[in-house]
């Protein structure tokens, strides 16, 4: 991951979206790039921005363009900018329904300054950062919708199953590389034969469909 971390904020909360910028600016290494009232300000300047941010914050509950709405176009139009959801929203069917559209993190807006840091760093490192509340709904989640393997997931080569497990025990492309004596490019190379095999957006999508359909071995503190 190359530094400084780039983030991007878009809240139509004044004071809240000129405090978290504060704060995030107090993090080492961090930089905001970009401070956006809504959506459709968000993306407005990104079309025009020098660097895109490794990573955006986003509320959901905004006028012009919520955060649902700018989540997606992220998707379709800078897939490579990983999403944050810091909202006052944290229903279960929020975060689900966030994490299915890619969001790589969800965070509450009372969420210690330490937990906004850590989450900002692992998302932009590691791909996602899910906190032991936001996993809590993802396993309710997993025994709900628990199927058997899918036919294709029998594709998956035994590599690419190690490297699913490590991407899920939150290892970075970096640190499988050394662990599996491999180069960082050949991680990547399986890490998007596994995206596109499973048909997930992003890193996040690969966790949450490796717990859903038990394509790993989950243990107790992995996320803890």
Known sequence: MSFPI????????????????GLVEGFEGVEVSIEAIHGQDLLDQLTQASH????????????EMN??????????????????ILSSYFSKAFIINMI??????YLPKNSLP??????????????????DQVMEVIRENMVKKMVAKPTFALQLTE??????????EQYTAAEIAEKLFISPRTVDGHRNNLL?????????????????????????????
């Open 159 to 168: 590599r690419e199953t190690e490297i699913l497990q490590l991407i899920c």
């Open 6 to 21: 780039r983030v991007a904020i878009t809240d139509d909360e004044t004071l809240f979206r000129k405090g978290i910028r």
């Open 67 to 84: 955060g649902v709405e700018t989540a997606k176009a992220l998707q379709e139009r800078f897939p490579d900018i990983r999403v944050i």
């Open 196 to 224: 596109q095999k499973l048909h997930c957006r992003n890193t996040a999508g690969l966790v949450v469909y490796a717990l859903q359909n038990n394509l790993v071995n989950v243990r107790g503190d992995l996320f803890g």
């Open 52 to 63: 895109l941010p490794d990573v955006a914050l986003l509320d959901l509950n905004m006028p």
């Open 100 to 105: 299915e559209l890619g969001a790589s993190g």
């Open 114 to 131: 330490v937990d906004v840091e850590r989450t900002i760093r692992e998302v932009a490192e590691k791909g996602f950062s899910y906190g």
